[in-house]
């Protein structure tokens, strides 16, 4: 006997994408991305001139920030999946 996917063996039912807002996260995900990981990378750069750090120590901390960047980044969006979910 062919199940309904939609059943999910009695457990919650599994809705369907809604496109409009997964294509509104991606957009989000690509504009606030760029933004913070920018911005964080650039924040590393300019403490290393700032500072007159070594190149090495520079790239160091420009890699710290950024890694700082996409962390905020996945916060935020765990954020904006929960206030725009992409099912139902």
Same mark, same amino acid.
């Given at each position: 006997m !062919?199940?309904?996917?939609a059943q999910n063996n009695g457990l919650t039912p599994v809705k369907p994408i809604n496109w $409009? *807002? $997964?294509? &509104?996260? @991606?957009a989000v995900?690509?504009?606030v =991305? &760029?933004?913070? @990981?920018?911005?964080?990378? !650039?924040? =590393?750069? !300019?403490?290393g001139g700032l500072l007159q750090l070594d190149p090495t @120590?520079?790239?160091?901390?420009? @890699? =710290?920030f950024t890694?700082?960047?996409?962390?905020? $980044? %996945? %916060?935020f969006m765990r954020i904006a999946?929960? *206030?725009e979910p992409y099912r139902g």
């Open positions: !062919a199940q309904n996917p $409009l *807002h $997964l294509s &509104t996260l @991606v995900a690509i504009l =991305g &760029t933004e913070m @990981v920018g911005a964080s990378w !650039a924040a =590393g750069w !300019a403490l @120590v520079s790239r160091v901390i420009e @890699v =710290g890694l700082c960047g996409f962390v905020l $980044l %996945y %916060y999946i929960r *206030h």
